[in-house]
Nanobody, 125 residues
Framework: QVQLVESGGGSVQAGGSLRLSCVASGYIASRYCVAWFRQAPGKEREGVAA???????SYADAVKGRFTISQDNAKNTLYLQMNSLKPEVTAMYYC???????????????????WGQGTQVTVSS
């Protein structure tokens, strides 16, 4: 049974940093596409960053240069390092995974079957 458990969210001031973690169980992380998504109140869920099965990373334009996605396969853990945080990134952040994903769809949530419960990120100005 695939399980994803996020942690690392919290409240920070603008300009600060956070590192989110997502511990996976029930599958071998290196054989799955993994990603981070976020959803702010009243807004649609959006893809933030992803790692394809071949190891390539993808980022939403809004976070390029400030967020970094990485994965420790030995620990089956996915990370999202978020720097220079702005209030507009306030949202619930979710990790997701799936073994079958077209490379050009990695930031589209409808393609993922496994999701964590989310961790809240709040950035104040």
């Amino acid at each position: 049974q695939v399980q994803l458990v996020e942690s690392g969210g919290g409240s920070v001031q603008a300009g600060g940093s956070l590192r989110l973690s997502c511990v996976a169980s029930g599958y071998i992380a290196s054989r799955y596409c993994v990603a981070w998504f976020r959803q702010a109140p009243g807004k649609e869920r959006e893809g933030v960053a992803a790692i394809s099965i071949d190891g390539r990373t993808s980022y939403a334009d809004a976070v390029k240069g400030r967020f970094t996605i990485s994965q420790d396969n030995a620990k089956n853990t996915l990370y999202l390092q978020m720097n220079s945080l702005k209030p507009e990134v306030t949202a619930m952040y979710y990790c997701a995974s799936d073994p079958f994903l077209p490379p050009n769809r990695v930031l589209e949530g409808t393609w993922y079957n496994y999701w964590g419960q989310g961790t809240q990120v709040t950035v104040s100005s």
